[in-house]
């Protein structure tokens, strides 16, 4: 059975992982309110809870554009993305993108920006790009909360769905 970790913060959190992808074993260390800079120092102490993965999903950079250190996730993701490809060598490593939202302290466009440079990230460290922000502006359905962060269970449906294509490619060409 292929094990699943995801890490970051409440959008992984939030949701029921595992009963949504019962054919894997899922492992979700994902915090409420994690920024880049916390789940880097994490990385230690999830190791030495789960020491081997065939997939890891990234998820990480919200709380960071919520508390205007947009500046720190590029490095940090780059960081966590080798000290991850080091310490599970043999893992797929997918970043997913940030989700389209509409922060009032960010310009337009930011959010498509940083988006083009996690994916340029993911390319230079070997990882893979989860581009569910597309899929998010393509749909027609409700996918935020009030907050314009935190996500529907519409939302969450589309979301595992692109995961689950993304892992279906992976596993037919492993």
């Known amino acids: 059975m292929y094990k ?3 890490l970051g913060d409440s959008l992984v959190a939030d949701y029921d992982w595992q009963s949504h992808l019962s054919s894997y074993r899922v492992q979700n260390f994902g915090v409420p309110g994690a920024t880049s800079a916390d789940l880097l120092a994490a990385l230690p102490a999830i190791k030495a809870k789960a020491d081997t993965a065939d997939v890891i999903m990234v998820v990480i950079g919200t709380n960071d554009l919520l508390s205007g250190r947009e500046k720190d996730i590029l490095p940090n993701l780059k960081t966590i993305l080798v000290r991850l490809s080091h310490d599970y060598a043999n893992a797929e490593i997918l970043v997913n993108s940030l989700f389209p939202m509409v922060l009032s302290h960010l310009p337009a466009g930011s959010v498509e920006n940083l988006n083009g440079q996690i994916e340029e990230l993911t ?6 790009y989860l581009n569910t922000h597309q899929r998010f502006v393509d749909s027609d359905k409700q ?3 009030e907050d314009g962060v935190h996500i529907t269970a ?3 449906s589309l979301w595992n769905r692109t995961f689950l294509e993304h892992l279906a490619f992976l596993i037919d060409n492993d």
Do not use: D, P
Not at 123 to 128: D, I, M
């Open 4 to 6: 699943i970790m995801l």
């Open 123 to 128: 390319k230079q460290t070997g990882c893979c």
């Open 143 to 145: 996918l935020f909360q």
């Open 154 to 156: 519409a939302a969450y």
